[in-house]
């Protein structure tokens, strides 16, 4: 949908090695100087390489960047993705239910501008934390090495900076073109001069556009010839790729095609049939040039949730799927994609519909949670759930060879949504799939023929008129007026007055030393109450 996240993708994959660097410490001083570093890293390059690996986790890391002194996790929080979901919620293309659950509601409706709040914090934090891993980087290459392992590390430093620069330039100041002489933000540079460190001020548009595209410009000179091993690193592609990006911002059309050319020497599109089934979040794409690298494995059981997949994903755990926030595009885009372009079926309809999805989607599936929404709970009829549970069931059955027919566990629950009106929407998220096993053997059970089947009209049908319901006669509403009329508590403050043992003619008795029994009367009542007749209840 935007443009600005398209070679970015976030995919489960092998894991990225992340590791402070062993250069550090130093055992003469405990702390290494920059000179002695780079002795170290002249003789012995790959110890630079923890760094380098630090550059890609930092994109990947989880809950690393909110700095508000808070000790509750914060939910959205998980690196370069976050930003990109707030990013795109700020836009027109994206929207998404505004509830408690949804952590960026505030990007959806435009209220996280302000400088202390969490979004643009740790957007800030994630920037300048790769900008320092890049300049630590940068630090410990002297400027005229002939390493050439060194020389490719310094191009990925050199990438990442001018990553974090460009994002943080988009975010915190107006597009480049009629803006260059506007403020962006502080430049911070591994040889920029001590004094500046306290009092870094902002710099224009210009002078940081200059900086992000001298360093890919290094960078793509560095990168000749590096072979790298994982997609999450850059290569000379991702170089191009991102200064063709920059050159589109500053208006140079023509060397932003150039580069875009260059970034995709050696990589395909995918084809009609590669993106009508699922695969499009693969990192072994041919299509994708970079990729952050997730592993869901290396994510806390108790953080799940709190993942790019768990916010986005419509078929993974997470706050999509148990809270129903399932990130949606704007119906004015969705009607502007023709019904021929194969984009549209990455969607589905208002009635749930997409040419790409049949009922081999969940077929084979072991587990089936199935949520049921209508605009009035009362309305549903038991047989009418029967009918949609022998429905799904029949979506999600596969038959082995032997014949032995393996149903789906499905778990279904209910839920009101007044806007539906006479609609009812079903939300399957289907688990347990075995994808290898079904290919081998296991073949889909074919829908009986009359669940759910559309019936055909006969052309010549005469349709009765839906009769509307008789509206009940509603009693009209009487005004009523305070005070209108006596009641039995006009006097209330003069009855609240008398004790209650009085207003309920009780009398207590009490018993004397003698075991005998009195009425217990209080003074100035003697003459006004007569004494207790023999036999009678306290209570008349």
Not at 3 to 15: D, Y
Not at 65 to 91: E, K, L
Not at 151 to 164: E, T
Not at 301 to 320: D, E, K, M, P, V
């Amino acid at each position: 949908m935007k443009a600005i996240n398209k070679i970015w993708v976030f995919a489960l994959g092998t894991a990225v090695m992340v590791s402070c660097s062993d250069l550090d410490t130093f055992p003469e001083s405990g702390i290494v100087t920059e000179d002695q570093k780079k002795e170290v890293v002249e003789d012995n390059p790959e110890r630079l390489q923890a760094d380098i690996n630090t550059l890609s986790s930092i994109f990947t890391k989880l809950l690393p960047n909110w700095a508000g002194g808070s000790a509750t996790p914060f939910h959205n929080d998980f690196s370069y993705p976050a930003v990109c979901i707030a990013t795109d919620g700020n836009g027109a293309d994206m929207v998404s239910d505004n509830s408690d659950y949804e952590w960026f509601s505030v990007a959806f409706e435009y209220s996280d501008r302000n400088a202390n709040y969490a979004v643009p914090m740790f957007t800030w934090n994630f920037c300048y934390k790769l900008n320092k891993q890049a300049n630590d980087i940068l630090a410990t290459i002297p400027a005229d090495t002939e390493n050439q392992t060194l020389i490719y590390y310094r191009g990925q430093a050199l990438v990442a900076r001018a990553f974090a620069n460009f994002t943080l330039a988009q975010r915190f100041q107006f597009t480049y073109k009629g803006n260059e002489d506007k403020p962006t933000v502080p430049i911070v540079t591994w040889d920029m001069p001590a004094e500046r460190a306290g009092a870094n001020p902002r710099a224009t548009n210009a002078e940081i556009y200059k900086l992000i595209y001298d360093d890919l410009t290094q960078a793509i000179a560095d990168l000749e010839g590096f072979q790298r091993t994982s997609k999450a690193a850059a290569d000379r592609n991702v170089a191009y790729g991102m200064r063709a990006r920059v050159n589109l911002v500053m208006n140079n059309w023509g060397e932003a095609a150039t580069d875009a050319e260059a970034a995709l020497s050696g990589y395909t599109f995918l084809s009609k049939d590669d993106v009508s089934a699922p695969g499009f979040n693969s990192a072994n794409s041919p299509s994708w040039i970079w990729a952050g690298i997730y592993k869901a494995a290396d994510t806390p059981a108790n953080y799940r949730n709190i993942t790019w997949g768990g916010h986005l994903c419509s078929f993974a755990r997470g706050y999509t799927t148990s809270q129903g926030l399932y990130k949606r595009i704007n119906s004015l885009l969705y009607n502007m994609i023709p019904d021929t372009d194969v984009r549209k079926g990455w969607w589905i309809n208002a009635s749930l519909e997409s040419p790409l999805l049949d009922h081999t989607l969940i077929s084979g599936a072991k587990n089936i949670l199935l949520n049921i929404s209508t605009s009035d709970a009362d309305s549903l009829a038991l047989d009418e759930v029967m009918e949609i549970l022998k429905y799904i069931q029949s979506h999600a059955s596969v038959q082995a060879p032997d014949g032995t027919v393996h149903d789906a566990n499905i778990i279904w629950g209910t839920s009101v949504k007044p806007q539906l009106g006479r609609r009812i929407e079903l939300v399957v998220v289907a688990t347990g799939f075995d994808s290898a096993a079904i290919e081998r053997a296991a073949k889909p059970v074919v829908p009986p023929a009359d669940i759910l089947a559309a019936q055909p009209r006969e052309e010549n049908t005469v349709l009765e008129p839906i009769k509307p319901r008789p509206v009940p006669t509603l009693r009209p509403m009487t005004q009523v007026m305070l005070g209108e009329r006596p009641t039995r508590y006009k006097n209330i403050e003069a009855q609240l007055a008398v004790p209650a043992y009085r207003t309920r003619k009780a009398e207590l008795i009490v018993e004397t030393s003698t075991s005998r029994k009195e009425v217990l009367k209080e003074e100035g009542d003697a003459a006004a109450k007569p004494p207790q007749e023999k036999g009678g209840s306290l209570f008349d």
